[in-house]
């Protein structure tokens, strides 16, 4: 069956939401959402980042690993490349390339993003500071990636590209949101009589599990299980 | 080897091919992208000791670097880098840097538990900008310490302490950068960046009438204007200033006094303090420490 777009977004969203119910990307939620205005703009390079990297790799994966099938071509068996088509259960270079070419697409694309920030942002990019080139290694954003073109409800090659763009956008929509939550509760904390013990990260950890907790109400939500 | 060997071709190609396609997209964003800094910037922010606390009043060191980059900000303005961090900023600049004058943080009220009392039991957040915000805090004098050591928390230096014997925060002057933040965030506007090579300071905030003033605090200043009379600097360092006559605050001139300490041995409530013998101390402590190492 196929995956609609709304089905898509709500999945990314809330039900299986990436920091709190896959518990990726925690490096970001607890060091950059100290201040409200520094998380919105994490999360939107995050939403940037993993909408371009969900697209890129859904191609790559597509047309460069796998190999050609009706649905779709692969390049190099178009143009004549000698391609292995044994090893692992999909064939192709899948089971060589996929995280190594992951890897690339997203260290560019970060790279990237970070020269326009610099550029056309500087006052976000000195506020994002390490973490803008630690999206790098967000595992969010690899896991987004990776999910996509893993099989979708039987079809091993994964989700076709605009749908993988649109959950990777999703996906990033939902780690904007934990982040707001997350910066809103931090604000207060920062102003709160909080025991010695649990001051700072602590207590910070204590709130993202709470609301992981909450988040497992969306369970099923609407029969959707992402 | 076998098994590796039909995939080494394609995967090195796709590698390759990636590596090639990235490379040039990253190669001409970089081309439109590109901002030029100045290089002097990244040395003066490494000079900069990176506490970000913005006493020079700029956002924080790398802001500060820009500025003097840019022409825009003094040298000597990072006060607790201190006089190595302006030379060396100099340096960079290639400019000369006159004399540096360290300062230090004062807090001005004298309101202990011993001097003063409070109106009201305040029973709210243990932070003095809460308690201001209630009916103007719970200390008799509406000009006084509220006391919960928000300046103590805000110290990015641990130059301050709380003492318990007074109820008033004090500040640690070997450890004191005067930063400024602990008079940023004190909501009563007690604490104030004063030069460390004077030792003579009112130490009370009170506009208040005399008689209102004693009624609330024993070592409030009445503005009774002996510390005028007294001064032997030439139309005398010490001003009694206020809106009506009688009321007012007296003032030390930072340019003309001479920290000669006599306005504070003839004030008959003790309000100005002398810091002399305390400075003196600490000087003599660092040269003593010096010395044996």
Same mark, same amino acid.
């Given at each position: ?30 060091? $950059? &959402? ?19 990297? &969900? ?40 089971? =060589?390339?996929? *995280? ?15 020269? =326009? ?23 969010? $954003?690899?896991? =987004?990636?990776?999910?996509?073109? *893993? ?9 076709? =590209? ?15 949101? $934990? ?48 | 080897? /076998? ?10 190609? !796709? ?10 997209? %990253? ?23 990176? @506490? ?15 500025? #003097? ?9 990072? %006060?607790?880098?201190?006089?190595? @961090? ?28 011993? @001097? @003063? ?9 243990? +932070? ?29 230096? +641990? ?30 506007? #007690? ?5 460390? +090579?004077?030792?003579?300071?009112? %130490? ?11 009624? !609330? ?31 007012? %605050?007296?003032?030390? +001139?930072? /340019? ?12 008959? !409530? ?24």
């Amino acid at each position: 069956m196929e995956v609609g777009y709304v089905e898509l977004a709500i999945g990314s969203i809330l039900v299986s939401n990436f920091v709190l119910m896959k518990f990726l990307g925690l490096c970001p939620l607890l060091g $950059v &959402s100290k201040r409200t205005s520094d998380s919105v703009g994490m999360g939107l390079a995050v939403i940037f980042v993993m909408t371009l990297a &969900s697209a890129v790799t859904a191609v790559l994966y597509r047309h460069v690993l796998l190999p050609g099938t009706a649905e779709h071509t692969n390049i190099l068996q178009a143009i004549g490349i000698p391609f292995p088509t044994g090893g692992g259960p999909t064939g192709g270079l899948v089971l =060589v390339l996929k *995280t190594i070419s992951y890897i690339l697409v997203i260290a560019a694309l970060v790279q990237f993003v970070e020269m =326009v920030l610099k550029k056309s942002v500087p006052a976000l990019y000195r506020a994002l500071g390490i973490y803008l080139p630690l999206i790098t290694t967000n595992c969010a $954003v690899m896991g =987004v990636a990776l999910l996509n073109t *893993t099989d979708w409800r039987g079809s091993a090659a994964g989700l076709p =590209v605009h749908k993988a763009a649109f959950n990777g956008f999703c996906a990033g929509v939902g780690f904007l949101l $934990v982040m707001l939550f997350m910066s809103g509760i931090r604000e207060r904390l920062a102003e709160s009589r909080v025991p010695r013990a649990l001051q700072g990260l602590p207590i910070a950890f204590i709130c993202a599990g709470l609301m992981a907790l909450a988040f497992m109400g969306f369970t099923k939500l609407f029969g959707i299980a992402v | 080897m /076998e098994e590796i060997l039909p995939y080494l071709g394609p995967a090195l190609a !796709v590698l390759g091919v990636l590596a090639v396609v990235f490379g040039a997209v %990253l190669a001409l964003a970089n081309r439109f992208f590109r901002v030029q800094v100045d290089p002097r910037q990244q040395e003066i922010e490494e000079a900069l000791p990176q @506490t970000n606390c913005g006493a020079c009043g700029y956002g924080g060191c790398a802001a500060y670097a820009e500025a #003097i980059v840019q022409g825009k900000a003094d040298c000597d303005l990072c %006060l607790p880098g201190g006089p190595e @961090t302006a030379c060396s900023i100099g340096e960079i600049m290639g400019k000369e840097i006159a004399e540096f004058k360290p300062k230090v943080a004062v807090v001005k009220c004298q309101g202990s538990f011993q @001097t @003063t009392f409070a109106r009201f039991r305040y029973v709210g957040e243990r +932070d003095c900008r809460a308690a201001a915000a209630t009916q103007y805090g719970q200390t008799a004098c509406p000009y006084g310490c509220l006391g919960f050591g928000t300046c103590v928390w805000a110290c990015p230096f +641990d130059a301050m302490v709380m003492d318990a014997e007074t109820g008033l925060p004090r500040v640690l002057e070997e450890k004191c950068t005067a930063c400024g933040t602990c008079a940023e965030v004190c909501p009563k506007n #007690i604490i104030e960046i004063l030069p460390k +090579d004077r030792y003579v300071h009112v %130490l009370c905030r009170n506009q208040d009438p005399g008689r209102a003033t004693r009624q !609330v605090c024993k070592v409030g200043c009445i503005a009774c204007r002996k510390c005028e009379k007294v001064c032997p600097v030439e139309g005398s360092a010490v001003h009694v200033t206020g809106n009506l006559a009688p009321a007012g %605050l007296a003032a030390v +001139d930072m /340019e003309t006094c001479i920290s000669c300490g006599k306005c504070a041995q003839e004030c008959p !409530v003790n309000a100005i303090g002398n810091f002399r013998k305390l400075r003196r101390e600490a000087k003599k402590q660092e040269a003593a420490e010096e010395a044996a190492a």
